[in-house]
């Protein structure tokens, strides 16, 4: 009976012993797994991810921000500037007017009396420097291409001492303020 206790304490511990090896095996195996799972899954890793690609998410939405306000500052600017350039234009465009009765009595009275044509070549002198004082400068039209852009042709007349397409006569000036055709020139085009 000795031996009989012997071997069932030796198949005891035997049993006791491979219980113990699978249950640290049995943990080992969850440990590494639960390792691996929060290498490929950790909380940690995902909230980081996430903070990353919100903080580059307004990274980017300051920058186009950024950039909108940089546009919309030099685009007021130059609204600005051009505003403050063609203040006058309304100005001069209802002074043209006036030049151009001018410019009509100066030429309709030069075999008349003196001091009328010296008194309306004054006003014509002052209303010129006012006009190139103010950037206004009339366009040249005789003898120059006619160009759409600063030329409305209103006749055209068949000339053999000029080239085709050229202005042969001028009924009424155009001008331009800084560049800007504020009336186009009344011509005569040769064909």
């Known amino acids: ?15 006791l012993e491979t219980e113990e090896t699978t249950e640290e095996t049995t943990e080992e195996i969850i ?12 909380p940690e890793f ?19 921000l950024q950039a ?11 609204e600005k500037s051009n505003l403050y350039k063609f203040a006058n234009e309304k100005l001069f465009v209802d002074l043209l007017p006036l030049m151009d009765n001018m410019e009509r009595a100066l030429a309709s009275t030069e075999n008349g009396s003196d001091g ?7 006003i014509k002198k002052s209303l010129d420097e006012l006009f190139i004082k103010n950037d206004v400068h009339p366009i040249e039209a005789i003898g120059q291409e006619f160009d759409p852009e600063l030329h409305h042709a209103v006749m055209s007349d068949e000339s053999d ?13 155009g001008y331009k303020l800084n560049d800007k055709v504020i009336r186009h020139s009344m011509v005569k085009v040769s064909k």
């Open 68 to 78: 909108e306000f940089l546009n919309f500052k030099k685009r007021t600017e130059k």
């Open 1 to 15: 009976m000795a031996k009989k206790k012997n071997v069932s304490e030796d198949i005891k511990e035997e049993v």
């Open 46 to 64: 995902s909230e980081v991810d996430k903070l990353k690609n919100e903080c580059a998410e307004i990274n980017d939405k300051f920058i186009r």
């Open 116 to 122: 009328i044509i010296d008194g309306l070549k004054m």
């Open 31 to 42: 440990e590494e797994a639960v390792e691996a799972e929060e290498v490929t899954e950790s």
């Open 161 to 173: 001492d000029h080239e085709a397409e050229h202005v042969i006569e001028e009924f009424q000036k």
